[in-house]
């Protein structure tokens, strides 16, 4: 089993920049591929960023192609979320997971889940 520790969240002002980490204990977090996923107030928890075992290979959702950046430190077992640019609509607490699945973006596909750590773009 692996825990995760998601920080580096924080209120910004639009177009500025945040970098999240997420922190795992227990498991080393080669075994997994790492996602990233955003919950707005009153919406559902969405895919953001997806990365390889390795870091060799990354998708992103739309909405945040372009913008976004996903990197991983197997030996820190640390994975990064980049966002820069940032938008009002990126406003949501940010959560990272572990998995097996290579290119899952469903929530249900994800196994092991941080407590989210929160990001507000101000306008």
């Known amino acids: 089993q692996v825990q995760l520790v998601e920080s580096g969240g924080g209120l910004v002002q639009a177009g500025g920049s945040l970098r999240l980490s997420c922190t795992a204990s227990?498991?080393?977090?080669?075994?997994?591929?790492m996602g990233w996923f955003r919950q707005a107030p009153g919406k559902e928890r969405d895919f953001v960023a997806t990365i390889n075992w390795n870091g060799a290979s990354w998708e992103y959702g739309d909405p945040v192609k372009g913008r976004f950046t996903t990197s991983r430190d197997n030996a820190q077992n640390v994975v990064y979320l980049q966002m820069n640019d940032l938008k009002p609509e990126d406003t949501a607490v940010y959560y990272c997971a572990a998995g097996s699945r290579w290119r899952a973006r469903l929530t249900r596909d994800y196994d092991y889940w941080g407590q989210g750590t929160q990001v507000i773009v101000s306008s």
């Open positions: 227990g498991r080393a977090i080669g075994n997994y591929v």
